[in-house]
């Protein structure tokens, strides 16, 4: 008997406050025209009083009522993000395990960037068939304004806050399984994006709290070039690894990072509209939240339904990289 995993349910959670392209302008000097026009965004959710891990929780609660399972049923929690509730313990994943009241369980956080849900969709996979685990719930949160210099116009504009939440599960139904993941990462481009302190290379402290180290720094246009070959080349292999034609994919589900690498990555792979999934211009990059918010937006819109596939590809700090071709394997809402 063979064990799959498979993509059970999805939820996300998103906080009110919005911050509109308007706003940014008073902030910084920047245009709304610049801002859609380079990026495709034109709104984003800023967290006030919530936390990372208040997101996350609220994300997950909705995951776990979706998949029909109790609290108690998740025996493995992981959560993605790079703006945890403290540097570095204990875990996000902890505190959310603490908020739904999950207890004795593993739980643990992954660093990968925008690419850590689809990272989490690896872990979850690899811990199911082996057996291990029965009921993974994988959490993207990301409270990214507490880490953006807002006097930076190159970094400010981009991000935005919320969480998404998947529950993953053992079946032995091989038409549910996540069919492939693909997960990597290339250290030598470290400086390309990221946030220099608080860590041991640049402790706390005021020297490098005055030079802005707690911030996040990015290359952007490098970072770009740099993400749509890697991202077109990796989506191409997972496809044709697996015989799967990008015309039979009706949900391509990519991080949202910027409108352009979207479309160039689509394009690529000469994938229609229709199948691709968008929702950069009200949520912005919320980087590991941002693959899981944009399956529930599809979701929650009556778009998703049992069996059909979804590609997701992504591309973050790291730098890391990653896609995963897999059926959704959940209720119809
Ligand atoms: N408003 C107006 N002008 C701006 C702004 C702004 N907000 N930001 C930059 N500019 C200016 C620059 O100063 C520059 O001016 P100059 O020509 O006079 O020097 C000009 O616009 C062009 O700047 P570029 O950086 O070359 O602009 P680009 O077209 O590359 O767009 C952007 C910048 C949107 C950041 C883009 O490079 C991008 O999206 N990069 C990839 C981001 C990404 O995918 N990151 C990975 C995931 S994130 C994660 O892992 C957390």
């Not at 308007?22 to 859609?36: G, K, Q, Y």
């Not at 208040?54 to 995951?63: F, T, V, Y």
């Not at 291990?132 to 990301?142: H, P």
Request: proline residues 3%; glycine residues 8%; negative net charge.
């Amino acid at each position: 008997m063979s064990l799959y995993a498979a993509f059970r349910s999805i939820g996300a959670y998103v906080p009110e406050k919005i911050l509109t392209n308007a706003d940014l302008e008073t902030m910084v000097d920047t245009s709304d025209e610049w801002i859609i026009k380079r990026t495709g965004i034109k709104e984003r959710r800023i967290a006030e009083e919530e936390v990372t891990s208040d997101m996350g929780a609220k994300a997950a609660q909705l995951a776990i009522d979706r998949a029909g399972l109790t609290n108690d049923q998740i025996d493995l929690v992981v959560c993605a993000t790079v703006t945890p509730d403290y540097f570095n313990m204990p875990s996000t994943a902890t505190v959310i395990s603490d908020k739904l009241n999950i207890r004795n369980v593993q739980a643990f956080d992954i660093s990968a960037a925008c690419s850590g849900f689809v990272y989490g969709l690896s872990v979850a996979r690899a811990f199911i068939e082996s057996g291990m685990k029965k009921n993974v719930l994988i959490i993207g949160a990301e409270k990214f304004s507490s880490i953006v210099d807002w006097t930076d116009r190159g970094t400010c504009i981009l991000f935005g806050d919320g969480a998404g939440a998947a529950v993953i599960s053992a079946t032995e139904d091989k038409s549910e399984a996540i069919i492939d993941v693909h997960a990597s990462a290339d250290g030598a481009y470290t400086d390309m994006l990221i946030t220099p302190a608080p860590g041991s290379v640049h402790p706390m402290n005021q020297a490098n709290l005055d030079a802005g180290l707690q911030y996040v720094q990015m290359k952007g246009n490098e970072t770009f070039k740099l993400a749509v070959k890697t991202l077109t080349k990796d989506v191409k292999e997972i496809l044709e690894k697996n015989n799967i034609n990008a015309a039979d994919i009706p949900h391509f589900i990519p991080h949202q990072a910027n409108y352009r690498i979207i479309k160039a990555v689509g394009d690529a792979l000469g994938m229609r509209e229709d199948q691709v999934v968008l929702t950069i211009h009200k949520y912005g990059n919320t980087s590991a939240a941002s693959i899981p918010m944009a399956i529930n937006d599809l979701y929650e819109a009556g778009g998703l339904k049992y069996g059909e596939l979804m590609l997701f590809d992504t591309f973050g700090g790291g730098l890391t990289w990653a896609s995963a071709v897999l059926p959704f394997a959940g209720k119809d809402v």
